[in-house]
DNA sequence: CTGAAAGCGCTAACAC
DNA sequence: GTGTTAGCGCTTTCAG
């Protein structure tokens, strides 16, 4: 069962000798032309299989001008990336799509590469496109990106232009719907752990929380930025208890933070659930490992992945695609609130 | 709809017109070479810098033969990649080295890409040379995949071959210090949550284990296999729960199946650290995010990634340098036990 | 439907 | 030191 190894690499050229055609042909039906002869097609199908032959990548860049390969780009440190299971499903869900293209990815963190050498490497020609998975408002080198490739935004970017494409959710509606669940239980002394006031993640979600409040003759106990990190929900929580009384409820903009909040609760002797009802955003893994598991508003990263990956795809093979995309929210209940 | 063309990027021939010399000569300067009188050297890099010159990599992998892009190979599904922050921090020490070097990292989650065509992918000549961050008994694929290019396995590979190259953790001597660390505490009736079978660090750490018990003449009490996962840890404990009896003390073969085995440690009112002792194996964030703290053994997870990647790039540049490296492990005291 | 020919942008001998 | 000359392996007109 063991094949011959390839290693000096059958080309072309040696794939046509084989088969009895000239190069052109061999290459008309890698390429699935469909202008080739059914004996043709046969022979030279036969003699790739022989030979093992794949094509050299470099050499069909340089042709045809085209890489088949996209960056995923993250404006994270790799302690944050990994860190967080949101990007772990948004993810998952570009490199199912991408996996199932003849595309490969190459991910770029672009705080660990210099990002002067990731952005060289993205202009310098080695990829068709990228999807840039998280945006921060000091990301500036992510605009000059785009005036070189096609770029696919995860979230709505920072400042939007007229032709950007992003995949968002819902974030000002999911804030929403947090604050109004809580608002509809009774509660009426609430906080929030708010997301980094330079991502608009961050931003939308608390603006639905302050709409909703507003709306319902309320003010915020405290707000209170968390970074969307456990360690920064925890200090986020701490500062808000310092204040000297426990809220009635409490919105977390992530379940990270919410995880971080919990932890924090209990130096105190609070319980999460019982003594303050918690709703938190994302519904990653993070929300059941928590005891009592926690109540969330669900958003479909994995799916979001599937469609930025889908319509970079789109994009670059010319096809007609929407600008953007906004994926729902939804409220799953649980123990915390 | 369209997008920003890709602007027409200068080629060296452009450069070298400018700068009044050959294109060997603005080649030459690109590539580091000193033999170049400081004139020429002078305007190249002044024509280079006000054409915002980048050799197109294609051309050049295709003239030199080098890619300059090594891969990274995950041999897991993505939620277990990204669930896992062992991984993470493996993968910031590679990504940290191969981010200073000139060379990019393409990521390739073994599962997601059908394997089939990651494998056509990397014996493409795509890449120079790879990173395989796991390894299962099971990956076939990985081992043909080292006859094509060089490889550096993390991890002591499943079937070790003499070229083989690789860094691995003190897994045995860590599972022993741990177990030893239970025993010298005057604990006797021990149990341990372990790796899967199929894996070296699984493996090995069992081995550990089971030796210092051997040697200090007492028998496990139970011995589970959680998978690596905080579910198969949680699982795991369950099952070395329902047995009747709690274990004066336990060992857990990683930090995350620690935080599954606290959950049902709690679920049957077992309070971990004061009526178990637990010894985790990481060192994690997860250890110190645990309530009580995780006594754990550390495991040096982001310099074996750096020393992995070293080593690449070591080989690939043709130096000398050692074909293993073993890191020591170390006990980290904590609450739990 | 098929082959010949002309590059894609760069590196690497090999002269000078 | 520097330029000239061949390709690297493939795609892509353009004839036929």
């Known amino acids: 069962m063991s094949l011959t190894p390839v290693r000096g690499a059958a080309t072309i050229e040696e794939v046509a000798a084989r088969a009895g055609v000239s190069?052109?042909?061999?290459?008309?039906?890698?390429?699935?032309?469909?202008?080739?002869?059914?004996?043709?097609?046969?022979?030279?199908?036969?003699?790739?299989?022989?030979?093992?032959?794949?094509?050299?990548?470099?050499?069909?860049?340089?042709?045809?001008?085209?890489?088949?390969?996209?960056?995923?780009?993250i404006p994270e440190d790799t302690d944050r990336f990994f860190g967080d299971p949101f990007f772990g499903s948004i993810v998952a869900g570009i490199s199912q799509v991408i996996g199932e293209s003849d595309y490969v990815m190459n991910m770029l963190i672009a705080t660990d590469d210099a990002s002067a050498k990731a952005?060289?490497?993205?202009?310098?020609?080695?990829?068709?496109?990228?999807?840039?998975?998280?945006?921060?408002?000091?990301?500036?080198?992510?605009?000059?990106?785009?005036?070189?490739?096609?770029?696919?935004?995860?979230?709505?970017?920072?400042?939007?232009?007229?032709?950007?494409?992003?995949?968002?959710?819902?974030?000002?509606?999911?804030?929403?719907?947090?604050?109004?669940?809580?608002?509809?239980?009774?509660?009426?002394?609430?906080?929030?752990?708010?997301?980094?006031s330079d991502m608009p993640a961050g931003i939308d979600r608390l603006q639905g929380f302050r709409d909703v409040l507003a709306e319902a003759g309320l003010e915020p106990v405290a707000v209170e930025d968390g970074d969307f990190t456990e360690a920064g929900g925890a200090d986020a929580m701490r500062r808000i208890l310092a204040s000297g009384d426990l809220p009635e409820a409490l919105f977390v903009a992530s379940d990270l933070m919410a995880r971080g909040a919990y932890t924090a609760l209990r130096e105190q002797g609070h319980e999460p659930g019982r003594d303050i009802a918690i709703i938190g955003f994302d519904d990653s893994a993070v929300a059941t490992s928590l005891v009592p598991a926690l109540t969330t508003v669900r958003q479909p990263s994995r799916d979001q992945g599937r469609q930025m990956a889908t319509m970079l795809l789109d994009v670059l093979a010319g096809r007609a695609t929407a600008n953007t995309a906004i994926l729902p929210t939804e409220i799953i209940e649980r123990g915390s609130a």
Chains 1, 2 share one sequence.
């Open 119 to 196: 952005l060289g490497y993205l202009r310098g020609g080695s990829v068709d496109g990228a999807i840039v998975a998280s945006h921060h408002t000091s990301d500036t080198f992510v605009d000059r990106l785009a005036d070189t490739v096609p770029v696919i935004f995860g979230g709505r970017p920072a400042r939007v232009r007229p032709a950007d494409h992003y995949v968002d959710v819902d974030n000002v509606q999911g804030g929403r719907d947090a604050t109004r669940y809580l608002v509809d239980r009774g509660h009426r002394r609430i906080a929030t752990v708010a997301g980094p």
């Open 23 to 73: 190069r052109s042909t061999v290459s008309r039906v890698v390429n699935g032309s469909t202008a080739v002869s059914p004996s043709a097609l046969e022979s030279v199908r036969r003699a790739i299989e022989e030979l093992q032959y794949v094509p050299n990548r470099a050499a069909r860049s340089l042709a045809s001008r085209q890489t088949r390969a996209i960056a995923l780009v």
